[in-house]
């Protein structure tokens, strides 16, 4: 099983900053890597697949990049409504499919 | 719009029973693999099953395998699972999901319902 290590667990940031979330897997899945959006009380959102590309309505200012065992996660400038809990996923070895523990990004 | 709507969740007894269903809206439901994936409360994400589109082809996590069965229905436009010898650490919210190819290999999930809370305790 492929474990995936996030770090920090909480980033506290403030409105226009940038943010900067990793992820790590204890090997190699290739760009087979997801980050998910979630916000209390809602189920999640897909943000990023093939570890940088942008799902359907997600704004530019989120953006991701690595392969093979480091990923990130950046927000430009964040806005109210980022803040949440980012999840990433590897897709690439399964079963089964593996969630980091995730990512609290709080103001 | 792609829409997933779960239901029968509620409190069971430890060694009990419960079906999950999701209907699917919005897309052609047997075109895409279907999971399940839960949350327990103040916790992360975990994977609990998947189904190709077809429903031929079916996997588990190993904390359920044995004790949950998943399945889906072309005519309704259902998922369901099946949870058998429920236990306290199946606490969670159950989350439908839906892939983004009909075979479950290296699936990804790209639409979630709002989930359905399963409470297992006496």
């Known amino acids: 099983e492929i474990v995936m290590t996030q770090s920090p667990a909480t980033l506290s940031v403030s409105p226009g900053e940038r943010a900067t979330l990793s992820c790590r897997a204890s090997q190699s899945v290739g760009s087979n890597l997801a980050w998910y959006q979630q916000k209390p009380g809602q189920a999640p959102r897909l943000l990023m697949y093939?570890?940088?590309t942008r799902a359907t309505g997600i704004p530019a200012r989120f953006s991701g990049s690595g392969s093979g065992t480091e990923f990130t996660l950046t927000i430009s400038s964040l806005q109210s409504e980022d803040f949440a809990v980012y999840y990433c996923?590897?897709?690439?070895?399964?079963?089964?499919?593996?969630f980091g523990q995730g990512t609290k990004v709080e103001f | 719009e792609v829409q997933l709507l779960e239901s029968g969740g509620g409190l069971v007894q430890p060694g009990g029973s419960l079906r999950l269903s999701c209907e699917g809206s919005?897309?052609?439901?047997?075109?895409?693999?279907m999971a399940w994936v839960r949350q327990a409360p103040g916790e992360g994400l975990e994977w609990v099953s998947v189904i190709s589109g077809s429903g031929t082809t079916t996997d588990y996590a190993d904390s359920v395998k044995g004790r949950f069965t998943v399945s889906r229905d072309h005519s309704k436009n259902t998922l369901f699972l099946q949870m058998n010898s429920l236990r306290a650490e199946d606490t969670a919210v159950y989350y439908c999901a839906k892939g983004v190819r009909p075979v479950i290999a290296q699936n990804l999930f790209d639409s979630w319902g709002q989930g359905t809370l399963v409470t297992v305790s006496s």
């Open positions: 093939g570890a940088s």
């Open positions: 996923q590897q897709y690439n070895n399964w079963p089964p499919w593996t």
């Open positions: 919005g897309f052609a439901f047997r075109t895409y693999a």
